[in-house]
């Protein structure tokens, strides 16, 4: 069986959720959900409008991973950070020195970089990085 091509380029480019980080906040209860969703997870309303994640935060957890899969050298650390001005979001660190520099409440920054290679093309995404306080 055929596996099918990784998704073109353009296609993520143009997503908005995806690379511009648009969530969605409930008008009635202000709570900032991403992905976009029909429904608040809190309070259950559809009253809902597009909201413009912060590509900054801080470290809400962590773990280590020294047993990743195939096409990622270890150790890679998946993350959930806080954003400035609400929401989360899960991505891997990248450029920290040693496992021991990263640490709950570190501030983070959202940056464009290769995740892996797929049948000979890159995919892109987010990765976070430690920025000075």
Request: glycine share 10%; proline share 9%; net charge neutral.
């Amino acid at each position: 069986m055929t596996q099918p091509a990784p998704a073109s380029p353009v296609f993520w480019r143009f997503n908005p959720e995806v690379f511009r980080l648009i969530g969605i906040k409930c008008k009635d209860c202000g709570h900032i959900s991403y992905p976009r969703t029909n429904i608040c997870h809190e309070c259950g309303s559809q009253n809902l409008e597009e909201y413009q994640l912060s590509k900054r935060g801080t470290i809400h957890t962590f773990c280590v991973n020294w047993a990743p899969p195939p096409t990622f050298e270890p150790p890679i650390m998946p993350v959930i950070v806080d954003l400035e001005g609400g929401g989360r979001y899960q991505g891997l660190m990248t450029e920290f020195g040693a496992p021991e520099d990263v640490k709950i409440g570190a501030k983070v920054e959202m940056v464009l970089r290769k995740l892996t290679t797929d049948r000979g093309l890159n995919v892109y995404g987010y990765k976070f990085r430690l920025v000075e306080a």
